[in-house]
């Protein structure tokens, strides 16, 4: 798995010169994204992708916890009722699902770190930049710090979940 580092940049100008840093660093510019509103120019930087301009990946997130929590309510269901017709493995084994999907929403909220492009509808709106860059999770603390050392201007917009060679 991949993090997916957000960088809040005043222009392409210096988006550039982080960039090259991040080329520098051993990113690969095909894991180095970004995106713009009102067709604001970003010169020779790679544009965010379809999927990443409508960021697909909260999409699939959403999906997740919808399913994870429509999964605990119907088995919260059924383990109501088999307590009441006395039916207690089925009971057992409804409580056992419960506690794995509220382990599994509990770990996702604790762990996997989450951050949307509608985090940064705000800045984006007044012509900032946002440059998305794939990074193995090892090398994010490092890269961020190199980052933010060097170039103060780049504000460090959190970061997400990203897969590799999947362009979400």
């Known amino acids: 798995m991949f993090r997916r580092l957000n960088f ?9 010169k982080v960039v090259n ?12 994204h970004t995106y713009a509103e009102h067709n604001l120019p970003i010169d020779s930087l790679n544009p965010a992708t379809k999927n990443q301009a409508h960021d697909e990946a909260q999409k699939i997130e959403n999906i997740f916890w919808s399913g994870n929590l429509f999964l605990f309510f119907i088995f919260l269901a059924v383990f109501v009722i088999a307590l009441i017709s006395g039916e207690y493995i089925l009971s057992l ?11 599994v929403g509990d770990f996702f909220s604790r762990h996997i770190p ?10 984006l709106s ?6 998305m860059v794939d990074v193995p999770n090892e090398k994010a603390g490092m890269i961020e710090d190199r980052i933010h050392r060097h170039h103060p201007a780049a504000f ?3 970061s997400s979940w990203a897969f590799k060679n999947i362009d979400l």
């Open 8 to 16: 809040l940049l005043p222009n392409a100008k210096l988006a550039q």
């Open 21 to 32: 840093e991040l080329l520098q660093l051993g990113v690969k510019d095909k894991n180095i």
């Open 93 to 103: 084994l409804a409580l056992g699902v419960m506690v794995l999907t509220f382990s």
């Open 114 to 123: 989450r951050t949307h492009l509608n985090n940064f509808k705000h800045a």
């Open 126 to 131: 007044h012509n900032e930049l946002l440059l």
């Open 156 to 158: 460090e917009g959190g």
